[in-house]
């Protein structure tokens, strides 16, 4: 036990001490994390948003691609990336495996179908009549569609974060496609995820430690963010 | 709200199947009941005690495990468990207990364990030796040198780029040196760190067109799929030493003792080792040395 809490001691002290490679490490996941989401947002969400509001031939094909997707095992992603990227591969002459590029693609295409199949199954649940009471009032498609997203804003929010939280936690695929590169003791490409796993190899605990510490605060900040919008969803059905 | 509930309750019974399920594929708590002595489930195994060998990357990536653990388990009533790690965190699981046998080839290193009394018995096993290995453009123009100090320096000069594993393990302690050797301390844009081990390490150089040291039996192991070659070898300072040393605090000590004598006995070193790799490489990966002394 005493090792833990050595270890434990010693990572708030490289987190307050503003330790420059922790930084660089922590700074580098929230970038492609954040990154990655927001690419996630801009086609999950629509593709979500389509599928939750038109049935049409096919729709059971595509809604089951998508909740696929949202369990696609990540080193399966980090293995096609990779490939794609690799010199032999196709994209191998953009020359960007081992490069943050390439780990936020890995990172989207793990945080895209969780955005987008949370998205389908909110706008999914919206009433239909919503739709219909604002095409009655006057409302253009766009503006109906707008009625309808901010209904099931509240969902919205947890895909978001969902696919955040899906992102930032990814060990396999980013190591496989970012390489956890280092030089001279700044970082190129680790996250707090692959750092922790080398680290851990190597023995260095207390460092291991510190990103351990950041990512469950940030898990406690995720699921306190869903834990409030749901209860706050609760909340505004209960007044009405 | 109610079919909310249900729906909610649904999922997380789904997700406790599928974690249960999880745990019925891998094994999960396998260990504790190896450690107690007896499996509850599961008769081949329920006679056998576990025993924990904690050894290198490389030695596990290059296959040599898969032809050394059934043998060895063919002949002992054990089941091994082996963790590939770099060699100062195979010693470091030595230092705790948490390993009874270690295979590994850090000779500095392992020196300081024994001195401190953390293992019993340490025994030479075998050989191999590392090779520079890059790209075929050879930017830095050091193939067929015979020194592998100068190589690592005229790749400085050069600043050609030179992934480093930066791991603690037996590979990276003889890269160390050998830059000491040199007398360059590698710094700069060109020197990259990876932290990973020798098989991964490998890939990043060879996507990236960079040079890297590695033992002889990784890089074969892994040749089809690089296009990364042999540069300099042949250097005495590139002499790669393998020792068993058994575990003081291991929880397995009989175990322990019985893998080292049969690792060193002449028929392993001979039959098992001595012909492993020729089949597949054309020559043999490891050269065993017990008779002589480490």
Excluded at chain 2, 63 to 68: D, H, I, Q
Aim: with cysteine; charged share 15%; aromatic share 8%.
């Amino acid at each position: 036990m005493a090792v833990f809490w050595d270890a434990l001691k010693e990572a708030v002290s490289l987190l307050v001490r503003g330790d420059h490679y922790v930084y660089e490490v922590i700074w580098m996941s929230l970038r492609v994390a954040g990154v990655a989401t927001v690419l996630g947002v801009l086609v999950g969400v629509p593709v979500g948003a389509w599928l939750g509001l038109r049935k049409f031939r096919g729709w059971g094909v595509a809604a089951t691609f998508l909740n696929v997707g949202m369990m696609l095992p990540p080193v399966a992603v980090g293995l096609f990336v990779f490939l794609l990227l690799s010199r032999q591969g196709v994209f191998g002459s953009l020359n960007l495996l081992y490069t943050p590029a390439a780990m936020t693609v890995a990172e989207f295409l793990i945080a895209a179908p969780v955005i987008g199949a949370i998205t389908m199954s909110g706008v999914g649940s919206v009433p239909k009549e919503v739709r219909l009471q604002a095409l009655g009032l006057g409302a253009s498609r766009w503006q109906s569609l707008w009625v309808v997203l901010r209904e099931a804003r509240v969902t919205l929010l947890s895909a978001v974060v969902a696919g955040f939280g899906a992102a930032i936690s990814e060990v396999g695929a980013v190591m496989m496609v970012g390489g956890n590169l280092s030089s001279g003791g700044h970082n190129l490409t680790g996250t707090m995820t692959t750092a922790t796993m080398m680290l851990v190899r190597q023995g260095k605990y207390a460092e291991a430690m510190a990103f351990a510490l950041i990512l469950l605060f940030i898990a406690f900040l995720i699921t306190l963010a869903l834990t409030y919008l749901q209860r706050g969803v609760r909340r505004r059905w209960l007044q009405s | 709200m109610g079919w909310r509930m249900s729906r909610l309750f649904g999922c997380f019974a789904l997700a406790a199947l599928l974690v249960l399920a999880g745990c019925g594929l891998a094994g999960c708590g396998r260990e504790s009941g190896a450690r107690a002595g007896s499996l509850p489930a599961g008769k081949a195994a329920s006679s056998r005690t576990e025993l924990v060998l904690a050894s290198t990357t490389s030695t596990q990536d290059s296959g040599l495990f898969e032809v050394l653990i059934p043998a060895f388990e063919a002949a002992y009533p054990y089941r091994v468990k082996v963790i590939a790690a770099g060699s100062g965190e195979a010693l470091k699981l030595g230092e705790t207990g948490d390993a009874d046998v270690l295979l590994v080839h850090s000779p500095a290193a392992e020196e300081v364990f024994m001195q401190q009394g953390f293992g019993l018995e340490r025994r030479a096993v075998m050989h191999n030796d590392f090779v520079l290995v890059g790209p075929i453009s050879d930017p830095a123009g050091v193939k067929d040198m015979k020194d592998a100090a100068a190589a690592l320096a005229a790749i400085a000069r050069a600043e050609a780029p030179f992934f480093s594993r930066a791991d603690q393990s037996g590979t990276y302690a003889r890269e160390l040196s050998l830059w000491e050797t040199a007398g360059v301390v590698p710094q700069g844009d060109w020197y990259k760190s990876t932290g990973q081990g020798m098989g991964e390490t490998l890939t990043i150089a060879d996507q990236s067109g960079g040079y890297t040291l590695s033992d002889r039996a990784t890089y074969l192991s892994k040749k089809a799929s690089l296009s990364l070659e042999v540069l300099v070898q042949g250097d005495k300072a590139l002499l790669n030493q393998y020792h068993v040393i058994t575990v003081k605090k291991a929880r397995n000590l009989e175990g322990a003792r019985a893998f080292l004598n049969w690792i060193v006995s002449p028929q392993v070193q001979n039959g098992v080792i001595a012909t492993f790799g020729v089949e597949k490489f054309g020559e043999p990966l490891f050269v065993p040395n017990a008779g002589q002394s480490g």
